[in-house]
């Protein structure tokens, strides 16, 4: 694939100019299914709002979910769109954990991995992609799992190959970061960083890769023949603007 930077030296790069990139609000799994279902399709910011209201003013353990009034759900989940579904499905994954993972999905999750990753994709909005998100912020497995943002740096980079299968490209991410440290702490900065890049300025339409700390490594920002600005010890976070 031409690769012209290792999966290791860019995520150093992205560390270099990007900083500390702010994690989940929470290790405990339950909390992060809850984290996938706040707030649909709202910014960063406003998911982060909604789910620290959920947990000031409802709570964030199943208990809590099943006993709050619909009213108090529809009133976090707003801060998405479809505020309304969203807050059945919060109250969902309370009757999921309650049922059949007596109310301690976290004992699940410690348990055998095939069984904990099969429990976790019985919940609403999560996927293998979300149930290994999951299973790597809870600390239980080092695992790289790259949402769009992510995957779509790890292709431009060479990492992956375009494929009309997401499932293909999601495997051979998978199987690039095999390169990276096995370990969970590691894995998670790869992802944070990963998805942030492409968030901030690898962006699927109008990619700023002229302020971009990879380029000069970056087959793909090469082939677009734009002027590229040294990056060397400059931070980027300020291109979220």
Same mark, same amino acid.
């Given at each position: 694939?031409?690769?012209?930077?290792?999966?290791?030296?860019?995520? #150093?790069?992205?560390?270099?100019?990007?900083?500390?990139?702010?994690?989940?609000?929470?290790?405990?799994?339950?909390?992060?299914?809850?984290?996938?279902?706040?707030?649909?399709?709202?910014?960063?910011?406003?998911?982060?709002?909604?789910?620290?209201?959920?947990?000031?003013?409802?709570?964030?353990?199943?208990? $809590?979910?099943?006993?709050?009034?619909?009213?108090?759900?529809?009133?976090?989940?707003?801060?998405?769109?479809? *505020?309304?579904?969203?807050?059945?499905?919060?109250?969902?994954?309370? #009757?999921?954990? =309650?049922?059949?993972? *007596?109310?301690?999905?976290?004992?699940?999750?410690? *348990?055998?991995?095939?069984?904990?990753?099969?429990?976790? #994709?019985?919940? &609403?909005?999560?996927?293998?992609?979300?149930?290994?998100?999951?299973?790597?912020?809870?600390?239980?497995?080092?695992?790289?799992? &790259?949402?769009?943002?992510?995957?779509?740096?790890?292709?431009?980079?060479?990492?992956?190959?375009?494929?009309?299968?997401?499932?293909?490209?999601?495997?051979?991410?998978?199987?690039?970061?095999?390169?990276?440290?096995?370990?969970?702490? $590691?894995?998670?900065?790869?992802?944070?960083?990963?998805?942030?890049? *492409?968030?901030?300025?690898?962006?699927?339409?109008?990619?700023?890769?002229?302020?971009?700390?990879? $380029?000069?490594?970056?087959?793909?920002?090469?082939?677009?023949? =734009?002027?590229? $600005?040294?990056?060397?010890?400059?931070?980027?976070?300020?291109?979220?603007?």
């Amino acid at each position: 694939m031409g690769l012209r930077v290792s999966l290791r030296e860019a995520v #150093r790069l992205l560390a270099s100019g990007y900083g500390a990139v702010e994690r989940p609000p929470s290790s405990d799994p339950f909390a992060l299914v809850l984290w996938e279902n706040v707030a649909y399709l709202a910014s960063p910011a406003k998911r982060r709002e909604a789910f620290e209201e959920l947990r000031e003013a409802v709570g964030t353990t199943p208990a $809590a979910i099943a006993r709050a009034s619909d009213r108090a759900l529809e009133e976090v989940t707003a801060r998405g769109i479809l *505020g309304v579904r969203f807050a059945a499905k919060l109250r969902e994954c309370a #009757r999921i954990a =309650i049922e059949k993972h *007596g109310g301690d999905l976290a004992a699940v999750v410690r *348990g055998p991995l095939p069984a904990a990753r099969k429990a976790l #994709r019985a919940y &609403p909005g999560i996927g293998e992609p979300g149930a290994d998100k999951i299973l790597l912020f809870a600390g239980r497995e080092a695992v790289l799992a &790259p949402e769009s943002n992510g995957l779509r740096v790890l292709e431009r980079l060479g990492f992956v190959r375009p494929d009309k299968s997401y499932a293909r490209m999601y495997a051979a991410a998978r199987e690039a970061a095999k390169a990276l440290p096995p370990d969970v702490r $590691a894995m998670q900065k790869a992802h944070l960083l990963l998805q942030e890049h *492409g968030r901030t300025l690898c962006k699927r339409t109008a990619p700023r890769c002229e302020v971009c700390p990879l $380029a000069r490594r970056c087959a793909w920002a090469l082939g677009r023949r =734009i002027p590229l $600005a040294s990056a060397r010890g400059r931070r980027v976070v300020s291109a979220k603007t």
